[in-house]
């Protein structure tokens, strides 16, 4: 059996740091939504009665975007990879129930007729927003 580290945090410290976590309203969310509002793409933020609640809605295009930090969605780069030293059963689990609410979500929004595009937070800066294609599905 191996020894698990204890936290360098007390839990309230560590409760407080994973409040702090944004869901909404990103440093690469907001990126890309300046690029494509450039571009001359209207959209909607957040839209509660959709499945998995989508970062940029497009209704005229039927296209819904999801910008998913590498590490929490469990990217196949070097941060989506990486798993925390302590409590790493607790992390496994928790990031392969959200990369299953992402499968489940993606697939119910296709059903409803939507085109699913998901971006990684890795990819952000290297990204050229006009090769994004908004549109309805195929």
Same mark, same amino acid.
């Given at each position: 059996?191996?020894?698990?580290?204890?936290?360098? %945090?007390?839990?309230?410290? $560590?409760?407080?740091?994973? $409040?702090?976590?944004?869901?909404?309203?990103?440093?690469?969310?907001?990126?890309?939504?300046?690029?494509?509002?450039?571009?001359? %793409?209207?959209?909607?933020? &957040?839209?509660? &009665?959709?499945?998995?609640?989508?970062?940029?809605?497009?209704?005229?295009?039927?296209?819904?975007?999801?910008?998913?930090?590498? %590490?929490?969605?469990?990217? &196949?780069?070097?941060?989506?990879?990486?798993?925390?030293?302590?409590?790493?059963?607790?992390?496994?689990?928790?990031?392969?129930?959200?990369?299953?609410?992402?499968?489940? &979500?993606?697939?119910?929004?296709?059903?409803?007729?939507? $085109?699913?595009?998901?971006?990684?937070?890795?990819?952000?800066?290297?990204?050229?927003?006009?090769?994004?294609?908004?549109?309805?599905?195929?």
């Amino acid at each position: 059996m191996t020894r698990q580290r204890a936290d360098v %945090f007390s839990p309230e410290k $560590r409760s407080a740091i994973m $409040r702090a976590v944004k869901s909404e309203n990103t440093k690469p969310e907001i990126a890309l939504r300046k690029a494509l509002f450039s571009l001359g %793409f209207r959209y909607r933020l &957040n839209v509660k &009665n959709l499945p998995g609640k989508p970062d940029l809605v497009f209704p005229k295009h039927r296209t819904v975007i999801f910008v998913h930090g590498c %590490f929490w969605h469990g990217h &196949n780069c070097k941060r989506g990879k990486r798993v925390p030293k302590t409590n790493r059963a607790y992390w496994t689990e928790k990031i392969a129930r959200n990369k299953a609410r992402d499968r489940k &979500n993606a697939a119910a929004l296709r059903r409803l007729g939507w $085109r699913v595009v998901t971006i990684w937070e890795c990819k952000i800066k290297d990204l050229d927003p006009a090769a994004i294609t908004i549109g309805p599905p195929d």
